[in-house]
């Protein structure tokens, strides 16, 4: 099995081809839940590589402009955010290639208790999971999508 290296932030190497997914997008207007969760996805072994927004519209973006090999495998979108929601992006999310589609799992993330979002999440086909926020490494190791 051929590992990949990369530069952490302190600009050492480190081994980054043991995550159980490659590619994990963070989508949440909350900067300390994104720093948060990339920490625990990446030290529990969820993932080798997190890229957040803090924008539901820069995140679609990106989508779009990604090749098929740059895509995340999962994406954690928050339902609460200012400008585009999480069910708004999913509606554009809708307009995507198939391809991004198939290969891109959605898990919610949400501090509501609502009855209403949970109903709306799990009638939506791209969206595998709805987890209460915040993730614990609990949450983490029990996601298989």
């Not at 900067?31 to 969820?46: A, M």
């Not at 999962?74 to 809708?94: H, K, R, S, T, W």
């Not at 391809?99 to 009638?123: G, P, R, W, Y």
Request: glycine share 4%.
């Amino acid at each position: 099995m051929s590992q990949t290296m990369s530069k952490s932030v302190t600009g050492s190497a480190k081994n980054t081809a043991n995550g159980r997914y490659s590619k994990v997008m963070l989508i949440d207007d909350n900067s300390l839940d994104n720093f948060i969760n990339k920490k625990l996805l990446e030290s529990n072994g969820f993932t080798d590589e997190t890229e957040a927004f803090e924008s539901a519209e820069k995140a679609l973006e990106k989508l779009k402009a990604s090749g098929t090999d740059e895509l995340p495998d999962v994406i954690f979108l928050d339902i609460m955010m200012p400008g585009m929601d999480g069910f708004q992006f999913l509606e554009a999310f809708e307009n995507l290639p198939t391809c991004t589609q198939q290969h891109c799992k959605v898990i919610m993330l949400s501090t509501s208790e609502s009855f209403k979002d949970l109903n709306k999440a799990n009638k939506n086909r791209f969206v595998k999971k709805f987890l209460n926020k915040p993730l614990t490494p609990e949450t983490i190791n029990a996601i298989h999508v």
